[in-house]
């Protein structure tokens, strides 16, 4: 089959990568779409130190096992894979199982192939009036869904995003359903684009004042970015930080201890509500899309994902 | 009167230095006993940039107004003043009033002197069963305090306090009083050994594992202690960076981000609990007295302050 795979050698596309054979539990995954996301790119450069296929966000049609009431359905899946026996699988679930594999990530081949395999326990059914240029999305729109797991945001909050990129623009939408007052910050002008056609208050994040939002989320993945939105987090207020960041940056603790600021890691979040949000039509996602490859293509498209300003790149087999 | 102060060039006693006039809604407060803090040794170094008398732990009597109730009253004071107009001062408090000034750290002559000044709206009267040695330490236990404010600790958390120093040893004794399981970790065996005789666990912070403590608390203040803390918290945990940074440090964010861990900056906490605490017994504060100057030999006091291992050193006027 087809895969988009990383090596020692960097990325490439290999016709001929073996099919999958799903393990005990698991589904073999026909893909119908999938989505290049920052990580990926992340990963090209060497985060995590994965060898493998990429691509962890998908939306697929399952062929085995062919009996159950799985066959034939179409399915998105979280990416974790835990050893579901430690206490953190039984407690909380395995994104955080210190065993755990991650789909196109740590230990699991991806979605970027013809075919991939996951955990039954892991897919959801897509509902019908969600198509698969949608559906690809729920992957994102989970993760930015995380952040309303981890911190209550109050209606009346004064809420920046920082980054007005491919997950921006998703955690932005997100938020904005609070009807919290919210603005999406970048540092060009025309980044801000499409963020005001999507109905969005936005602004040059350089001329944001300082301390002035109680939920500030940097979603550049950048120094820079992270900077610029401690900068602006008022005291007492939440940080979050949504973007894979690769290694070490420099913060600055004077102002989160006498502002006595909390920064929160962010990363995978709930499937169900982001299908929900969906099919309701209530996050705009088809406007992010700004390019679409067949997989032999992947190295082009990866590169079209990487270029500034470029959101959405999909892969449609 | 004497003053230890931090000018342009260094810190000097002064013999001669202006006895401070209280302004409207002020009180005079003589000088019974204060306490030198790691952030005094870092103001020396250049933290915030401030010139004045150092010192914001102290416990006085008041002298002006001499009507009213205050006259003759044993005190300790909290250290912000705030404007009192803007909606940070009504909603909060002074702490983070952006006009705000603070004893002996920022715009405020502080209490290492014969006499210094507060609004008598600052002050707290000491009850008599707390004697001067102990009310010192007011200040100091409020800022353990304040963890206490900004997370819910639960009784069967795992914690760790990272820094068997002055401020890491009020901590650990407040935290532990949760019931939590709470293990004090220091980098020398020698530095372990009061807070054993306090009764507290203790352990070697490199010995610790990783992924290991539900609350980690980072009381070193420098950067190869926050890389520790942050690698002993557990995924979804919690990190309080509780000592005054001076500037910028490096920080893990894959580790942030990836774990979900969440930092919480935290400074100064309430006086009336501490106060409470101190009158029960509840905290042992006497063993960490490891010296006592008059105020003339005040450089002397904060070099014995700024030796590794030291706990509090007091200054006697």
Same mark, same amino acid.
């Given at each position: 089959?087809?895969?988009?795979?990383?090596?020692?050698?960097?990325?490439?596309?290999?016709?001929?990568?073996?099919?999958?054979?799903?393990?005990?539990?698991?589904?073999?995954?026909?893909?119908?779409?999938?989505?290049?996301?920052?990580?990926?790119?992340?990963?090209?450069?060497?985060?995590?130190?994965?060898?493998?296929?990429?691509?962890?966000?998908?939306?697929?049609?399952?062929?085995?096992?062919?009996?159950?009431?799985?066959?034939?359905?179409?399915?998105?899946?979280?990416?974790?894979?835990?050893?579901?026996?430690?206490?953190?699988?039984?407690?909380?679930?395995?994104?955080?199982?210190?065993?755990?594999?991650?789909?196109?990530?740590?230990?699991?081949?991806?979605?970027?192939?013809?075919?991939?395999?996951?955990?039954?326990?892991? @897919?959801?059914?897509?509902?019908?009036?969600?198509?698969?240029? &949608?559906?690809?999305?729920?992957? !994102?729109? =989970?993760? /930015? %869904? +995380?952040?309303?797991?981890?911190?209550?945001?109050?209606?009346?909050?004064?809420?920046?995003?920082?980054?007005?990129?491919?997950?921006?623009?998703?955690?932005?939408?997100?938020?904005?359903?609070?009807?919290?007052?919210?603005?999406?910050?970048?540092?060009?002008?025309?980044?801000?684009?499409?963020?005001?056609?999507?109905?969005?208050?936005?602004?040059?994040?350089?001329?944001?004042?300082?301390?002035?939002?109680?939920?500030?989320?940097?979603?550049?993945?950048?120094?820079?970015?992270?900077?610029?939105?401690?900068?602006?987090?008022?005291?007492?207020?939440?940080?979050?930080?949504?973007?894979?960041?690769?290694?070490?940056?420099?913060?600055? @603790?004077?102002?989160?201890?006498?502002?006595?600021?909390?920064? &929160?890691?962010?990363?995978?979040? !709930?499937? =169900?509500? /982001? %299908? +929900?949000?969906?099919?309701?039509?209530?996050?705009?996602?088809?406007?992010?899309?700004?390019?679409?490859?067949?997989?032999?293509?992947?190295?082009?498209?990866?590169?079209?994902?990487?270029?500034?300003?470029?959101?959405?790149?999909?892969?449609?087999?």
């Amino acid at each position: 089959m087809r895969a988009l795979y990383l090596g020692p050698e960097g990325l490439v596309v290999r016709r001929d990568h073996p099919r999958p054979a799903p393990r005990e539990g698991e589904a073999l995954i026909r893909l119908l779409r999938a989505g290049i996301c920052s990580t990926d790119l992340e990963l090209v450069k060497g985060y995590a130190g994965f060898h493998g296929v990429l691509g962890h966000e998908f939306v697929g049609v399952v062929e085995e096992p062919t009996g159950g009431d799985w066959a034939g359905k179409r399915v998105v899946g979280t990416i974790n894979l835990g050893c579901r026996r430690c206490p953190t699988c039984i407690g909380d679930g395995p994104e955080h199982c210190p065993e755990r594999t991650v789909l196109g990530i740590a230990g699991h081949d991806g979605a970027f192939a013809d075919y991939l395999t996951l955990p039954v326990a892991n @897919l959801l059914v897509v509902p019908d009036e969600v198509d698969d240029d &949608v559906a690809v999305f729920t992957e !994102p729109l =989970a993760a /930015a %869904l +995380r952040i309303r797991d981890q911190v209550a945001v109050e209606p009346s909050a004064r809420l920046a995003v920082v980054g007005p990129g491919r997950l921006g623009l998703l955690i932005a939408q997100v938020l904005a359903l609070t009807g919290s007052r919210l603005v999406v910050l970048g540092r060009r002008a025309a980044s801000l684009e499409l963020p005001r056609q999507l109905g969005l208050q936005v602004g040059l994040s350089t001329e944001a004042p300082a301390d002035a939002f109680d939920l500030v989320v940097e979603a550049t993945g950048n120094e820079a970015g992270l900077a610029e939105s401690l900068r602006l987090v008022r005291p007492c207020g939440t940080l979050i930080l949504k973007s894979t960041f690769h290694g070490a940056a420099t913060v600055d @603790l004077t102002k989160l201890v006498v502002g006595e600021v909390r920064i &929160v890691g962010s990363r995978c979040g !709930p499937f =169900a509500p /982001a %299908l +929900r949000l969906l099919a309701s039509g209530s996050v705009a996602v088809r406007p992010l899309i700004d390019g679409r490859y067949p997989l032999e293509r992947g190295l082009e498209a990866m590169a079209h994902a990487a270029r500034p300003g470029v959101r959405k790149i999909l892969l449609d087999p």
